[in-house]
Each structure stands twice: as C-alpha cells, then as structure tokens.
C-alpha cells in the first residue's frame, strides 16, 4: 500500500515570518525526522505551499486576515530551510484546502504541518471527503495552530470526522 506523508505549509512566513509562532518553530525538528523517516522507507511526500500574489490584500483573504504572507516568490513563501525533500511533488495552492486531492490516488496519508486550525483540518476533510476509505493521520507533535486552543479544536474536530490523531 502506498503511503503519502503531506506537509502542510511549512514556510517560513509561517514558521518565524510574517505569522510566526513560537509554536510552529518548536515543531521544525520533528517535521524534519517526519520527513526523513519516510525519505528512508521510499514513501510518497508532498508538500502544500500557501501561495499568494501581490494583490494578496485585496483578495477576500486578505481582507480577513490583512498580513501580507506567502507571497508567490519571496522568502517568506519558501519552506523552511532543511525541510526539503529530494523527489517530492510541490503544490501551490491560493486558499485553504487543495481541491485536486483526486488527482494523487492517495492510499494511506499522514498529515503534518501548518496551521492545524486552518490548512491541516480543511486538507485532512477534503482528502476524507475524496477517499472515505482511506486511512488519513494527523500527528500533533508536527502541527501548530494559530494558538494552542484552536489547534486543541482543531484535532478535536478531525478526530470526529474519522481522521486519527497521533502524537499528542
């Protein structure tokens, strides 16, 4: 069976940038050994990178959340250093959730990343939503939320639409 780790939005605006977090820089070290792990075993990884262009603040994003991040090009839109993966798929996708999951014949799926609150829970019910079979892991100790009680709600509400929650 094929197994697929996606790593949600590591980037740097995310990480120590634009809407950094003390907690998202406390999960770096264990994507890094996530990341490996599977490199190790052969295993599919694909990372999600939030991608915006300039106009970012008049989109309707933007205008929710007015913090310029991600902008397509920039340094705070590439991951964070040491997260790369030789082999990988990249996909840029300009909102929360990818809606092309179908397009991966995914099998068995572990989820890490960022925010738990936001691109994780969206990605983890879009991808259950697109193959209700499947087995979908979100491991905690690899995700942070905007803050430590939206990211608690967040696992909550994957765990009740059948995703597995490891690591807490």
Request: with cysteine; glycine share 8%.
């Amino acid at each position: 069976m094929k197994k697929t780790l996606i790593v949600v939005d590591m980037q740097k605006d995310f990480i120590d940038g634009a809407l950094g977090t003390k907690e998202a820089v406390a999960i770096v070290e264990n994507v890094k050994k996530k990341i490996a792990a599977y490199q190790e075993n052969g295993d599919e990884i694909i990372f999600t990178r939030d991608t915006h262009q300039a106009d970012y603040l008049n989109t309707n994003e933007g205008k929710h959340l007015p913090v310029e991040h991600c902008i397509e090009g920039t340094a705070g839109w590439e991951l964070y250093e040491g997260l790369e993966a030789p082999g990988a798929i990249y996909i840029n996708k300009p909102t929360f959730g990818y809606l092309n999951w179908a397009d991966y014949k995914l099998e068995e799926v572990e989820m890490v990343g960022l925010c738990t609150d936001i691109c994780v829970v969206s990605n983890a019910l879009i991808i259950k939503a697109t193959y209700p079979e499947i087995k979908v892991t979100v491991d905690a100790s690899c995700c942070a939320g905007v803050t430590p009680e939206s990211h608690a709600a967040a696992l909550t509400t994957m765990k009740m639409c059948q995703v597995e929650v490891v690591g807490e």
